[in-house]
């Protein structure tokens, strides 16, 4: 049996890369394939092409990268024709997986959609392309599954998988030690892993950093980058800010563990400062006409997926084109000055963990998957 895993960015890379071990597990003979990165390659999933290598966000970066789209779709298109794999799993990266659903669809080819953009949220109208061009939607969150359907589409609420990889996680116990000794109050900085995020929102964490440092000196900052390259870029900017600052790549876990709370921008980074209960202010700087064109599309009241889950706002956000460098800051400082208030956040943040972060559905995916298929196989009963 071969399956063809699809994922366009890092994190679905990592989701990507558990579900072709999950499949593995289940069944030794299943044959994983498809577009990624490198996690799912080391997973055993041979890649056709390094998909999150292309990873995009905007509409301007799209139709940059969209000649790069097409040829990768007429690739799809052939492999699915001649090689024709047993199923198409899609991993979030909405946009170019429309029509990759909609290609596996042409062939026949049953479609899953594993981790599934959040149309709740942004763009209920699309419900109709799930419901033409995916099989089955194998949700994250637990109010997806009604949600879909309501709206006719075969839906199944498995859990997250980010909390799969989060109880594996090894900590760096060396780094944790040696910044244990140093003095001071940690604060995590947390920029995304996408380069425009960094782009956009790394005024805001910095300026932040500055108001907090000038209201509790004692305070210093660990700036958790994804990749080299985004270490590079930070530490181009801290010269002459004056902060207790540095820039460190690859240790996300370890700050978070550190700190006594983070400012984040808004992602499924949420998910790990959930896991860890680490207090966190969420950001989101966008382009003024981009938020101008959410306020029509945004649906739900939440952009972090910790307060999406707890329905309040547990993690303060700030959606914004401006600079809140000053009220981000505020809100740390709330946490900071007012220990009862950050006691009780850490309480709620622990209610909610042990609610909704159920290991798992990595290991659930793939039962689904196999046993889906397996039913098709299965010759049709004599009358």
Same mark, same amino acid.
């Given at each position: 049996?071969? /399956?063809?895993?699809?994922?366009?960015?890092? $994190?679905?890379?990592?989701?990507? $890369?558990?579900?072709?071990?999950?499949?593995?597990?289940?069944?030794?003979?299943?044959?994983?394939?498809?577009?990624?990165?490198?996690?799912?390659?080391?997973?055993?999933?041979?890649?056709?092409?390094?998909?999150?290598?292309?990873?995009?966000?905007?509409?301007?970066?799209?139709?940059?990268?969209?000649?790069?789209?097409?040829?990768? %779709?007429?690739?799809?298109? +052939?492999?699915?024709?001649?090689?024709?794999?047993?199923?198409?799993?899609?991993?979030?990266?909405?946009?170019?997986? #429309?029509?990759?659903?909609?290609?596996?669809?042409?062939?026949? /080819?049953?479609?899953?959609?594993?981790?599934?953009?959040?149309?709740?949220?942004?763009?209920?109208?699309?419900?109709?392309?799930?419901?033409?061009?995916?099989?089955?939607?194998?949700? $994250?969150?637990?109010?997806?599954?009604? #949600?879909?359907?309501?709206?006719?589409?075969?839906?199944?609420?498995?859990?997250?998988?980010?909390?799969?990889?989060?109880?594996?996680?090894?900590?760096?116990?060396?780094?944790?030690?040696?910044?244990?000794?140093?003095?001071?109050? /940690?604060?995590?900085?947390?920029?995304? +892993?996408?380069?425009?995020?960094?782009?956009?929102?790394?005024?805001?964490?910095?300026?932040?950093?500055?108001?907090?440092? &000038?209201?509790?000196?004692?305070?210093?900052?660990?700036? &958790?980058?994804?990749?080299?390259?985004?270490?590079?870029?930070?530490?181009?900017?801290?010269?002459?800010?004056? @902060?207790? /600052?540095?820039?460190?790549?690859?240790?996300?876990?370890?700050?978070?563990?550190?700190?006594?709370?983070?400012?984040?921008?808004?992602?499924?980074?949420?998910?790990?400062? %959930?896991?860890?209960?680490?207090?966190?202010?969420?950001?989101?700087?966008?382009?003024?006409?981009? @938020?101008?064109? $959410?306020?029509?599309?945004?649906?739900?009241?939440?952009?972090?997926?910790?307060?999406?889950?707890?329905?309040?706002?547990?993690?303060?956000?700030?959606?914004?084109?401006?600079?809140?460098?000053?009220?981000?800051?505020?809100?740390?400082?709330?946490?900071?000055?007012?220990?009862?208030?950050?006691?009780?956040?850490?309480?709620?943040?622990?209610? @909610?963990?042990?609610?909704? &972060?159920?290991?798992?559905?990595?290991?659930? &995916?793939?039962?689904?998957?196999?046993?889906?298929?397996?039913?098709?196989?299965?010759?049709?009963?004599?009358?």
């Amino acid at each position: 049996m071969r /399956i063809f895993l699809s994922a366009g960015e890092p $994190s679905g890379d990592l989701h990507g $890369s558990n579900l072709a071990a999950a499949l593995r597990r289940a069944d030794p003979a299943v044959e994983c394939v498809g577009f990624g990165g490198e996690r799912m390659e080391a997973a055993g999933c041979r890649l056709v092409y390094p998909l999150c290598r292309l990873a995009v966000m905007g509409f301007s970066r799209v139709l940059a990268n969209f000649v790069a789209f097409v040829r990768l %779709l007429r690739r799809a298109d +052939s492999y699915f024709r001649e090689q024709r794999p047993d199923a198409v799993v899609l991993i979030d990266f909405p946009g170019f997986h #429309w029509w990759l659903a909609r290609r596996a669809k042409a062939h026949g /080819i049953p479609v899953f959609y594993f981790v599934p953009p959040q149309l709740w949220a942004w763009a209920g109208w699309r419900v109709k392309k799930m419901r033409r061009f995916v099989d089955h939607v194998l949700c $994250s969150l637990p109010f997806e599954e009604p #949600w879909y359907d309501a709206r006719g589409v075969t839906a199944h609420y498995l859990g997250h998988p980010y909390f799969d990889e989060l109880p594996r996680q090894q900590l760096n116990a060396a780094f944790v030690e040696e910044e244990h000794e140093r003095p001071g109050t /940690i604060i995590g900085l947390l920029p995304g +892993s996408r380069n425009q995020e960094l782009e956009l929102n790394l005024t805001t964490l910095l300026g932040a950093a500055k108001h907090i440092h &000038a209201a509790r000196p004692e305070t210093r900052f660990l700036v &958790a980058c994804y990749k080299p390259e985004h270490k590079g870029q930070v530490e181009e900017r801290l010269p002459g800010l004056g @902060l207790p /600052i540095e820039a460190h790549a690859g240790y996300t876990p370890e700050i978070i563990h550190l700190a006594k709370a983070t400012v984040a921008v808004s992602g499924s980074v949420g998910l790990e400062l %959930l896991y860890r209960g680490k207090p966190s202010v969420v950001v989101y700087r966008a382009h003024p006409l981009s @938020l101008f064109v $959410s306020r029509f599309l945004r649906q739900c009241r939440y952009i972090s997926l910790v307060n999406l889950l707890a329905g309040r706002e547990l993690f303060p956000e700030f959606l914004t084109h401006r600079d809140e460098a000053e009220g981000v800051a505020g809100r740390v400082l709330h946490w900071l000055n007012d220990e009862a208030a950050y006691r009780e956040v850490c309480g709620e943040l622990a209610a @909610l963990k042990a609610r909704v &972060a159920v290991p798992g559905a990595c290991r659930r &995916a793939a039962g689904y998957i196999l046993e889906v298929l397996k039913r098709r196989e299965l010759p049709p009963l004599a009358a």
